[in-house]
């Protein structure tokens, strides 16, 4: 059984920089990050990463700002958080999914992470 841990959350002002990182006892193919703020659902993924071939892909409210990476000698995967908002305020899930084609929905991973918060504050 994969296991994932996160680490790396915190509280930063606005404008400031975090590094999310998940730590695997294997990584999956691919390995997203997701985000939860409070009283909202979780959104879908904020960042993802083919573990095999390197391909990024990210939304929309991110793009530009954050920056997945992985290191595969340490079975980890990164999420660099700069220019925080306060909209970025959240709890933020590392996920996995051992399918071939690129996830598309929370439904497409099998494997989570029990989350670390972020907190931006103006």
Sequence with gaps: QVQLVESGG????????????????????????????????????VAVISTRIGSTYYADSVNGRFT???????????????NLKPEDTAMYYCAGSAGVLRPLARADYNVWGQGTQVTVSS
């Design 68 to 82: 997945i990476s992985q290191d595969n000698d340490k079975n980890t995967v990164y999420l660099q958080m700069n």
């Design 10 to 45: 915190g509280s930063v002002e606005v404008g400031g920089s975090l590094r999310l990182s998940c730590a695997a006892s294997k990584l999956s193919r691919w390995m997203g990050w997701f985000r939860q703020a409070p009283g909202k659902e979780r959104e879908e993924d």
